[in-house]
C-alpha cells in the first residue's frame, strides 16, 4: 500500500518561511510525478507546482514561481516545497500530489492528508 506522508506546516509571518516535505511510502516501483496542490478555506483546490522524476518544474503563475521552489529527492521518493516571502493569501492547506507506478502496473494517482499552513502576523 503506497502513501504519501507531509510534513512541515505551521503558522508562519508575512514574508517568512516555510518548508513542507513529502514522502512516498510503501510497495511501488517509481514516482514519475509529483506535486503540491492547496486549498483555502471556502475555495477550490488548485494546483501549486509539479516536478518530474527528472526536474522539469511548473508553477501555478509568476507569483509562485518567484517566491515557492519546488524540488525532489528521488533517492528518498520525497518532494519538497520551500516556501518564501509568504503572503496571507498563501494560507491553505497544502496537499501532495504523486503519480506512481505501483504494483498493479500502471501510473495511480496518490494524495497526502494534507498540511495546514497559516500566514498571519
Known amino acids: 500500500q503506497v502513501q504519501l506522508v507531509e510534513s512541515g506546516g505551521g503558522s508562519v509571518q508575512p514574508g517568512g518561511s516555510l518548508r513542507l516535505s513529502c514522502a512516498a511510502s510503501g510497495s511501488f516501483f517509481s514516482v514519475p510525478n509529483m506535486a503540491w496542490y492547496r486549498q483555502a478555506l471556502g475555495k477550490q483546490r488548485e494546483l501549486v507546482a509539479t516536478i518530474s522524476s527528472g526536474g522539469s518544474t511548473r508553477y501555478r503563475d509568476s507569483s509562485v514561481k518567484d517566491r515557492f521552489t519546488i524540488s525532489r529527492d528521488n533517492a528518498k521518493n520525497t518532494v519538497y516545497l520551500q516556501m518564501n516571502d509568504v503572503k496571507a493569501e498563501d494560507t491553505a492547506v497544502y496537499y501532495c500530489?504523486?503519480?506512481?507506478?505501483?504494483?498493479?502496473?500502471?501510473?495511480?494517482?496518490?494524495w497526502g492528508k494534507g498540511t495546514l499552513v497559516t500566514v498571519s502576523s
Open positions: 500530489n504523486a503519480g506512481i507506478l505501483d504494483t498493479t502496473l500502471r501510473v495511480t494517482d496518490y
